[in-house]
């Protein structure tokens, strides 16, 4: 294993970072990327190769593979395409430049690296790409319609890119975490400030009645799991000899996987809007 070499992108915190020292600890070579130099910095000082790549800026993102492959002998075992944030808000109230802004980051940016990147599979014989989705990918819920539209954009284009990779020895797995302890909340707070106005939304009154949920830290969710349970999971995916198409973690996946299954709309529509 200590020959493989993986790239993880996201890895200042949360289910990148676990990942990143996860998976260096089960003998790969990680190649860490965060998207500002202060954390590359932080992480490097861990020992980690980590590259800037920002999924914004197509430029960081050639110089960053570059510079993995520099390092690697021009090889790259798996791509996991991780990094995302989400723009709280209802969708009356939110700005297209907001969406546009947020697909950037969540689905153009990820389409871009995975380009980059399967060339480079093709041509050493063999590659994993894994995308982490969400519970959301596959499920609405209310206040969260733009990372839902990225989401759900990202699970269409994993499943087409896995068919069109079936005569390819290039493995294509998307695993869906239900609520995971990350700084994602915190994280969504400068976006809900630059593109939400709130105040003056005919829906004023509700937004006030669920701000504390964005503004307060709770503690953790009642089935919220530690990054670990996905790290966990991704070591799978990585070791499998032929890695499923999808990987759920965390209980609410799971019961949401088969409620949207088994569930008329309106029945599940009604269990979904409750939650908001």
Known sequence: MSDKSLLITGCSSGIGLDAARGLRARGWRVFAACRQAEDCARLQAEGFDAPQMDYTASDSLAAGLAEVLEQTGGTLHAL?????HATPGALEDMPTDALRALFEANFFGWHDLTRQVIPVMRRQGHGRIVCISSVLGFVAYPWRGAYVASKFALEGWADTLRLEMRDT???????????????FRENAIPHFERWIAWEHSPRAAQYRAILHRLYEDRGPDRFELPPEAVTRTLDRVLSAPRPRARYDVTTPTHIMRAARRVLPTRVLDSILAKGA
């Open 169 to 183: 020895p290039i493995h294509v797995s998307t695993i869906n975490p239900g609520p995971i302890t990350t700084r």
């Open 80 to 84: 996991i395409n991780n990094g995302a």
